[in-house]
């Protein structure tokens, strides 16, 4: 059996939570993951005015939604300069992935702020179409 489907004894965001701890998302600052659980059921693709009230972002703060998939680049992909620590790394965000591409569908992608730091927001609907997911910051100069 799968270590990404999930038995009854652990949620999808216990397993979630597990698989993130101690996982820093690589940038500039490589700043902690968040995981999300928001009990909202609002359908696919999620209303970037209803994620700004979540998030608690004013109107006019920048929010860029982009193929989830890009919250992964340049963590996967092995280097030829790469060492065990970012190999083994490498590996702990692929269980991540693998973990979230069973459990979640309509995954979304957004990038919230402008310049320099940015909160990243990756959010998907589980089996009861409610959004889970996680969240980090990324420092970009």
């Known amino acids: 059996m799968s270590e990404n489907v999930l038995n009854s004894e652990k ?7 597990t698989a993130v701890e101690g996982l820093f998302y690589p940038s500039e600052s490589d700043e902690k993951i968040k995981v999300i659980d928001w009990q909202a059921d609002n359908p696919s693709p999620f209303d970037l005015m209803l994620f700004r009230k979540y998030i608690g972002v004013i109107p006019s703060t920048r929010v860029e939604g982009l193929p989830w998939e890009k919250f992964f680049e340049g963590i996967l992909q092995e280097k030829e300069w790469w060492t065990e620590f970012e190999k083994e790394r ?9 973990l979230i591409v ?28 409610k959004w889970k997911g996680l969240k980090t910051l990324a420092v970009e100069t």
């Open 90 to 98: 490498a590996a702990a965000f692929q269980r991540v992935k693998d």
């Open 102 to 129: 069973a459990n979640l569908i309509n995954l979304e992608f957004f990038k919230v702020g402008s310049r320099v730091e940015f909160e990243l927001y990756l959010i998907g609907q589980d089996k009861d179409c």
């Open 11 to 17: 949620t999808f965001v216990e397993s979630l939570t």
